[in-house]
């Protein structure tokens, strides 16, 4: 992720101050080295990995879009669509990544489980997990019981599966270039780092981190685009979503943001329309 370095130590060691934690007993809590957490607080160290910035956010209790987007420095002053976007929120399952379902192939081969049985225990779940209203370990654990298996690591498939989008991720790197941009997600707990860390998601400046799972409020429910928008820093009118589900759409538009459906089966389509409508006013 690319951002200010003496920026970020600033933060860090304002954010440790704050909950009370001497560089000693945050890296105990985070398990790191006193070494590498003096040099990130001072600057020396120029992009700590995004394990280490969970690490360390997971360890003084806030969440990644916290710690990171408050440590990116003054907000920038860009430019804005024909339309006046200002900011574009991104979806990540269905497209900036893709082909996660093929998890549930990759299950029914290891298992001996029909894949009918994966996808609907999958579904009954999926919702809590995202909302944070049911563990990561429960969701496995529940999984394990219906497919009667000794062991389920959901975030294993996951990461193996998914492949990401890439046209999108490179409208999405050009965009950052231009606007201010987030990702806006219903994800499991950790899942956006752990995407990051794996080179499945762009590794540049995010302006905000929307994950479901540190809300507790999914899309499309009107409160997670009520905290969006405040994240965002700008009035519903300059906010643009992309996202693969109509449901969420409409409900970004019911609150005066500007949206786009994307179609992963009309990449080429999608791609042409998304990119003339982000191109700045002259």
């Not at 600057?43 to 700590?48: R, S």
């Not at 996660?100 to 009918?116: L, Y």
């Not at 998601?201 to 899309?219: M, N, V």
């Not at 538009?253 to 994307?262: E, I």
Request: proline content about 4%; some cysteine; aromatic content about 8%.
């Amino acid at each position: 992720m690319a951002m200010d370095e003496k920026g970020l130590g600033k933060q860090l060691q304002a954010a440790r101050q704050k909950a009370g934690l001497t560089q000693q007993q945050l890296c105990q809590q985070a398990n790191l080295s006193f070494s590498t957490l003096t040099k990130i607080e001072r600057g020396a160290i120029k992009a700590p990995s995004i394990f280490t910035i969970q690490a360390i956010a997971s360890a003084l209790g806030t969440s990644l879009d916290e710690l990171v987007g408050s440590a990116a420095g003054p907000r920038r002053t860009l430019l804005k669509t024909k339309s006046g976007v200002s900011f574009v929120y991104f979806d990540i399952n269905g497209s900036l990544i893709h082909f996660f379902q093929q998890a549930f192939t990759r299950i029914a081969q290891e298992t001996g489980a029909p894949i009918d049985v994966i996808e609907s225990t999958y579904l009954r779940f999926n919702d809590e997990v995202c909302r944070g209203t049911m563990s990561l370990q429960d969701f496995n654990q529940a999984m394990r019981e219906r497919l009667q298996v000794a062991d389920f690591d959901w975030k294993r498939y996951y990461l193996e599966a998914v492949e990401p989008v890439e046209s999108l991720q490179e409208l999405l790197v050009w965009a950052s270039e231009r606007y201010r941009v987030g990702l806006l997600t219903n994800i499991m707990p950790g899942f956006v780092s752990a995407m990051l860390a794996a080179g499945k998601l762009p590794h540049i400046r995010y302006d905000a981190i929307i994950d479901s799972s540190e809300l507790g409020t999914i899309k499309p429910e009107t409160k997670i685009y009520e905290i969006a928008t405040q994240r965002a820093g700008v009035p519903p009118e300059e906010i643009l979503l992309i996202d693969d589900t109509r449901a969420n759409v409409v409900a970004a538009a019911q609150l005066g943001w500007h949206v786009s459906l994307f179609d992963d089966y009309q990449l080429d389509d999608s791609i042409a329309k998304l990119r003339a409508s982000l191109e700045p006013s002259s």
